[in-house]
């Protein structure tokens, strides 16, 4: 391996002085609602890993009805010394789900955190162990990713006829394993890689910073801020499965509404001023122009100019994104080719 990159966009990691000794080296964060058909998988997949070190399993569970919670107290008295449950009597307040992604990671006590949703599964057994000795090896390093395979998950619960794919995109645009700072991450909108991939230094960043329970995309955002914080390395390999269930709330059409593009314009804006590597690009600008153009449109439709033109100020408010776009398009239209980083 070469050594890890600097970056004048990494900012020095938070210090890790609230661990105890006797603490496990690694947390592994499982979140879940109404999962009955699908935690045992998950579940197993992590109990599965062959480590040479401590580890503990901690799921926040919110407020499930369908039996999960049986499941998981049942996973939880086979294995009292590696399960941790969080269980909530009631549904967390706030965007569904949201405060379960928060509350868990902060409860865990490894140096180490990895991150798996209840409907997703490691299919590696030597992931934690694999991901761990890079991490040791590299104390600068924020991360440590590696690729997903893609499934497509359709009503009935059977998997979707030629819908999977891997989390990388096509071979041509898939990273070589190595090491990459924070701004070739930000170099592209969309990051390809998946939580279930996720291995960082715990608490690396902080504290939740004020709005991340109002983000669309939670996900990007924290790789956002792990990557701020060191370089991280990137493993091709594939070692976990990302499930899309097409009935789950991010296919649903709340999730799809036209408050949600909204909120995604303001989450953009909320990623430029907070992370200047983000203004390097334009993919964030365009990104947000092509939500917006949605909104308009809508709005058009039903003959909401006023609302619409709120949308042009919103994005007028930002003078910098909106001379990138305009730089973007006409250098796309003279030159067919794709555009250097």
Not at 257 to 278: C, N
Request: net charge positive; charged share 25%; with cysteine.
């Amino acid at each position: 391996m070469h050594t890890p990159p600097t970056s004048p966009y990494h900012l020095p990691p938070v210090l890790q002085d609230w661990r105890q000794e006797n603490w496990p080296e690694v947390s592994v964060s499982v979140v879940t609602y109404n999962q009955a058909h699908l935690i045992e998988r998950a579940l197993d997949s992590i109990l599965a890993q062959r480590v040479s070190f401590a580890y503990e399993i901690v799921v926040g569970d919110d407020c499930s009805t369908d039996g999960t919670r049986a499941i998981l107290e049942r996973y939880r008295s086979h294995h009292p010394d590696k399960i941790r449950l969080l269980l909530y009597e009631q549904r967390l307040p706030g965007t569904p789900g949201r405060q379960n992604n928060m509350r868990n990671p902060v409860a865990c006590r490894g140096k180490y955190t990895a991150l798996l949703d209840g409907d997703d599964y490691w299919i590696d057994p030597n992931k934690l162990q694999s991901q761990y000795e890079v991490m040791e090896r590299y104390p600068e390093l924020s991360i440590c990713l590696h690729d997903t395979r893609c499934t497509i998950i359709g009503p009935d619960g059977r998997l979707m006829p030629d819908e999977t794919h891997l989390r990388s995109g096509p071979p041509e645009r898939k990273p070589a394993a190595g090491f990459y700072d924070h701004a070739f991450f930000c170099a592209d909108r969309n990051i390809r890689v998946h939580t279930s991939s996720f291995f960082f230094r715990t608490r690396i960043f902080g504290d939740w910073p004020p709005g991340y329970e109002k983000v669309v995309a939670a996900d990007h955002y924290l790789f956002l801020l792990i990557s701020q914080r060191g370089p991280a390395y990137y493993d091709p390999t594939v070692r976990s499965v990302y499930e899309v269930q097409t009935v789950s709330l991010t296919q649903g059409p709340a999730y799809l509404s036209e408050p949600r593009v909204a909120q995604r314009i303001r989450d953009l804006r909320t990623y430029r001023r907070r992370f200047p590597a983000t203004r390097l690009t334009v993919s964030y600008s365009v990104f947000a122009a092509r939500h917006l153009k949605w909104l308009i449109f809508m709005a058009l439709r039903r003959g909401e100019i006023r609302q619409a033109s709120s949308w042009f100020v919103q994005l007028l408010a930002e003078p910098r994104g909106l001379y990138e776009m305009i730089r973007y398009r006409i250098r796309k239209s003279m030159k067919p080719h794709t555009l250097r980083r």
